[in-house]
């Protein structure tokens, strides 16, 4: 079976629940730590791309007999643009089902401008959307494509400020962001440790927590706050410094060897995992399936943490079906994250799902549907609403 057409567009993809929260979530009035806080223009977070009025880019795969495959990503206007005017046309006329040959002609196709950086998001939109065709024309779900299932259930833990609400909702495990870093100094550790003292006191001794630094710490703040933190039972440390910095990464696992350490949203293909992993730099690794390269990027990278017996926990993995089926079928993936606004106070999950036929978290764990390809329930009236 050939690939007919392939076609890259924008869609916006957010939710509208008909619940109204029962009070604010706490994400309006907190704000998480950027690495261009150091600069007065850019405060509480303002600066960062995902805030760009880019729209997303989502693509749609076409075989011979008209059967599609949907796939998205970020960054709408220079990732649409990649796919359709370079990627996309070079894979017309392949086999749809030759996802290993499609992806490395797609890095391959990248060289001179490197298969990084936001040529990994057009990578990746293209990839899933081949993994959604695949497992339509076979008639399979894809997690079983890829070899499993492995496991019943999925364990998801919760990112954000709601913890109380995580909790009720029925989370074991939830992951704080970190408001303040080096440029708050001592005045901001002591504030982080008030936050992070409140939150194991919310959530009790029997759930996980965890607090990730979104890249905005520098070696010194993150020792001191691994060490600070001790007494509140931190499962893990996540994205303390910038993440081309593999050497920082070298020196930080020397100084804080009894850390559990997490990282990886912002490494792209393959290489900086295999360094990662031949060094244990990490205890876990975080793809984004939607940002590495896809779902056989993904799946690569999984392979690579088994045989270093490194986790690998996908970076907002169970807010698409996406990273629920390879969650589900790879024995490296112990949990999987749920982010991006889980809900406000009060509002239920399933009124949060931004692509129809994602299956939605129960009680702290998910199994997403045995439909073919990623179960998506997308038409083309969702698609015309979406592309408005
Ligand atoms: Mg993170």
Request: aromatic letters at 10%; proline letters at 7%; hydrophobic letters at 40%.
């Amino acid at each position: 079976m050939k690939i007919k057409e392939i076609r890259a567009f924008e869609i916006a993809t957010e939710p509208q629940p008909k619940t109204v929260p029962r009070e604010p979530s706490r994400a309006q009035t907190i704000h998480m730590n950027r690495p261009t806080a150091r600069y007065e223009r850019f405060p509480n977070g303002v600066g960062h791309v995902s805030f760009a009025p880019w729209k997303r880019p989502a693509v749609l795969v076409t075989a011979e007999d008209g059967t599609q495959g949907f796939g998205l990503s970020l960054y709408g206007p220079p990732v649409t643009r990649i796919i359709n005017e370079h990627l996309g046309p070079n894979l017309i006329g392949e086999s749809a089902m030759a996802t290993e040959k499609l992806w490395d002609m797609m890095v391959r196709l990248s060289t001179a401008f490197s298969p990084t950086g936001m040529t990994s998001y057009a990578i990746s939109a293209l990839d899933v959307a081949l993994w959604d065709l695949k497992g339509k024309l076979l008639g399979r779900p894809v997690y079983e494509l890829l070899g499993g299932p492995q496991k019943e259930k999925i364990f998801c833990y919760a990112s954000g400020f709601d913890q109380a609400w995580y909790m009720e909702l029925g989370f074991k495990a939830t992951k704080l962001f970190s408001p303040w870093g080096p440029e708050d100094g001592l005045e901001g550790l002591n504030k982080l440790e008030e936050l992070v003292a409140g939150t194991r006191e919310t959530i009790g001794d029997n759930v996980e927590l965890m607090l990730d630094a979104w890249t905005g710490y520098d070696s010194e703040f993150t020792v001191r706050v691994a060490e600070r933190m001790r007494p509140y039972n931190l499962k893990w440390l996540e994205d303390y410094i910038q993440p081309e910095d593999l050497l920082g990464y070298e020196s930080i696992r020397q100084r804080l060897p009894w850390q559990t350490l997490a990282t990886g949203e912002h490494w792209y293909n393959l290489a900086p995992f295999a360094a990662a992993a031949g060094k244990r730099l990490v205890d876990i690794f975080q793809p984004d399936v939607l940002w590495c390269g896809g779902i056989t990027a993904a799946a690569k990278i999984c392979h690579l943490a088994q045989a270093n017996h490194i986790s690998v926990i996908f970076h907002g993995g169970m807010n698409y079906p996406f990273g629920q089926h390879l969650s589900m079928a790879m024995p490296a993936v112990t949990w999987g994250e749920r982010s991006e606004d889980v809900s406000a106070p009060g509002v239920p999950l399933a009124e949060m799902v931004k692509l129809p036929g994602t299956a939605v978290i129960e009680d702290g764990y998910v199994r997403p549907s045995d439909a073919p390809g990623f179960g998506l329930e997308i038409d083309e009236a969702w698609l015309e609403r979406a592309a408005a």
